[in-house]
């Protein structure tokens, strides 16, 4: 059997499916190549998914897609950051904002200066030198152009997963893609090589290709299913395994950035759209039941439930291999992590750029599928250790799930980590990780973990010195965010309603 590509088939249409199938058709293209999308409207899509971080900046510009069409179509929110509210104790709460504290600072992270700074003056509020944290708290928001001295301000945004998986439905079929609804009920494979040959739909249709991605959700049709790659279970670190989710309708204004709140047996999340506000209890089952979860999730909404809430199964963990033969797994075939920092549609995103960048024109080099599982492997890992870090660095312990947070034994990667930060201020990152020292000083500076020292260049400067360059910084970000509208309004007066 030849191993040249031509026939591409991709299995799934839920953000994953049609996020891969717009972007193999914007970059190789429906000329040389055939793509191919199955999904089946009985069996439907997981149904949320809707905060991102800023890497769906550079997705959508891979694309092309106008940002205020895309905002309008999706009906999305600007996001600024998260908000933790009840995570280090209760009644506190921070901002993991998207990004960075002060500035460039001699080479070496701001965090270092800052401690200096909070140690002489007894003023320990990093928020003060961040945009987005005081922007958010005012709830104003702009997207600004580059000026000289003025900070820069991320974004992301908060969106309905089913608009966007419509839009770029929409999107992929104008350039080529061919969509086929059915439900999957074989898979035949080549007896040689083991590859995937063919679908069979259960009217008896079949779908032959080359290549195969499989974006089937949670059950891994073709990479579990068929290829059996195993799954590598995290609960050990992370035991939420469920989630309730509940619509509801649009309440008060439109706050720019996604809210987690701790809650007895996990967290609760509140993403707020234009036309409605997501709700959503993530627990584990071991410490609270489902009806009980339920329950007072219904206590606990932001605004009118629009359906019951909807129970969603899932174990923390990754396949051993994301990329088998000529089946490549992306999105919740590859892998789950619980939502707290929204990252599933980033590594779907992440998956589809090393599909790009090592494409099997030819076949399949075991040496460049070997890269792809390795990489892949890596992006898991290093999402959960920050994941993790929230739950094990606190002081919570009033409930016997933060009890057990409390006395997990963390993976050896983020013990390592934990305690070089703990001695020094340190985040030893490597360069191509998605969270940056700045994430990890924001999450781990709210749960309350502050370094006993300090890098040796922050000592370079007098005191005057440091206060002048501190609060030149802080008076940036005040004229920054002082210039920015109420973030309901700047959606309305730059036409941004959908
Ligand atoms: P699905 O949406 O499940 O799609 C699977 C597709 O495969 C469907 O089209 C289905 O019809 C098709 N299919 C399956 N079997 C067959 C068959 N036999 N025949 C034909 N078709 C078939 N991510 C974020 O980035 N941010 C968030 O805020 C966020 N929140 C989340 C909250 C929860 C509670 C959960 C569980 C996940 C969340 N995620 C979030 C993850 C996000 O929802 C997923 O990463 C994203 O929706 C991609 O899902 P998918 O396309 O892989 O799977």
């Not at 995570?87 to 993991?96: A, T």
């Not at 050896?412 to 994430?439: C, H, P, Y």
């Amino acid at each position: 059997m030849s191993e040249a590509i031509r026939d591409i088939v991709v299995v799934g249409g839920g953000t994953a499916g049609w996020m891969t199938a717009a972007a193999l058709a914007q970059t190789v293209g429906t000329r040389r190549y055939s793509i191919t999308l199955v999904e089946s409207e009985q069996i439907g899509t997981v149904g949320v998914g809707e905060a991102t971080i800023p890497m769906i900046l550079l997705f959508n510009k891979v694309l092309g897609l106008d940002e205020d069409v895309f905002i309008r179509e999706t009906n999305a929110t600007f996001k600024l950051g998260i908000e933790f509210v009840d995570w280090r104790r209760l009644g506190h709460s921070y901002f993991h904002p998207f990004g960075l504290y002060g500035a460039d600072m001699d080479g070496v992270g701001f965090q270092h200066f800052w401690l200096r700074w909070a140690r002489e003056s007894g003023d320990w509020r990093h928020d003060a030198f961040n945009a987005e944290t005081l922007a958010a708290a005012d709830g104003r928001f702009m997207r600004t152009p580059p000026a000289p001295n003025l900070p820069k301000i991320n974004y992301a945004f908060q969106f309905d997963a089913a608009l966007y998986a419509a839009f770029l439905r929409r999107y992929a079929e104008a350039r080529g893609v061919v969509r086929v609804e059915g439900k999957i009920a074989g898979v035949e494979r080549d007896g040689e090589s083991g590859h995937v040959s063919r679908l069979v739909l259960d009217d008896g249709r079949t779908i032959g290709g080359d290549f195969f991605a499989d974006c089937s959700g949670f059950r891994g049709l073709l990479i579990e299913e068929t290829m059996g790659a195993g799954y590598d279970d995290w609960s050990r670190w992370l035991p939420c395994n469920r989630a309730a989710a509940v619509p509801c309708a649009r309440a008060g204004e439109l706050t720019p950035y996604t809210r987690a709140t701790a809650r007895e047996a996990g967290w609760q999340w509140r993403i707020p759209l234009q036309h409605r506000t997501g709700n959503g209890y993530v627990f584990c089952d071991a410490f609270i039941g489902e009806d009980e979860a339920v329950r007072l999730l219904g206590q606990r909404l932001d605004g009118a439930a629009l359906a019951d809430a909807k129970i969603l199964k899932f174990t923390a963990g990754r396949r051993r291999k994301s990329w088998i033969g000529n089946v490549l797994a992306i999105g919740l075939s590859s892998g789950f992590l619980e939502p707290l920092e929204s990252t599933s549609i980033h590594l779907i995103q992440a998956a589809i750029a090393k599909l790009l960048t090592l494409f099997p024109k030819t076949g399949f080099d075991p040496f460049v599928v070997d890269k792809f599982n390795r990489e892949m492997a890596l992006e898991y890992e290093q999402v959960r250790d920050f994941i993790i870090a929230h739950y094990k660095v606190g002081e919570r312990d009033d409930t016997p799930f933060w009890r057990w947070c409390r006395d997990m034994v963390p993976p050896d990667s983020l013990a390592q980590r934990l305690e070089v930060f703990r001695a020094r201020g340190e985040v030893l990152i490597d360069q191509k990780e998605l969270f940056k020292e700045t994430n990890w000083f924001a999450i781990l500076a709210g749960q309350g973990l502050l370094p006993d020292d300090y890098h040796a260049v922050a000592d370079k400067i007098s005191s005057e010195e440091l206060g002048l360059r501190l609060g030149r910084i802080r008076a940036a970000i005040n004229e920054r965010v002082a210039g920015m509208p109420p973030h309901d309004l700047y959606l309305e007066k730059a036409g941004l309603l959908g």
